[in-house]
């Protein structure tokens, strides 16, 4: 039995997200904002509902209006539970 393997659980599949920046007035966090399309049940029009999220920036170098992926991770404080994987698109 191979201690390295058997012994450490696997570790679930972590979310990653798509979103804009919002706010990045604090040291190292910004806010980013996550829309998703939902079908209105009885109208069958499309809704844009979002939500927000504080994630860990350790560089702040992200600016208003870019656009980054983020990964879930540990709770980091008491509401960052998303770190920055990569910047998509720069703000223009």
């Known amino acids: ?19 804009v920046v ?3 007035k604090m040291e190292k966090s910004a806010v980013i904002r996550v829309d ?11 809704r844009r509902l979002s939500a927000r999220f504080i994630i860990h920036d350790p ?3 992200l600016q208003v209006g870019d656009t980054v992926r983020v990964m879930e991770t540990r ?7 998303f770190r920055l994987v990569e910047i998509i698109e720069k703000a223009k």
């Open 36 to 46: 998703r399309y939902v079908k209105h049940p009885q109208y069958k029009k499309r």
């Open 1 to 19: 039995m191979n201690a390295n393997n058997e012994a450490q659980p696997r570790r679930g599949r972590r979310r990653t997200l798509v979103g």
């Open 75 to 81: 709770p980091l404080s008491r509401h960052k539970r």
């Open 59 to 61: 560089d702040s170098q």
């Open 22 to 24: 919002v706010s990045n």
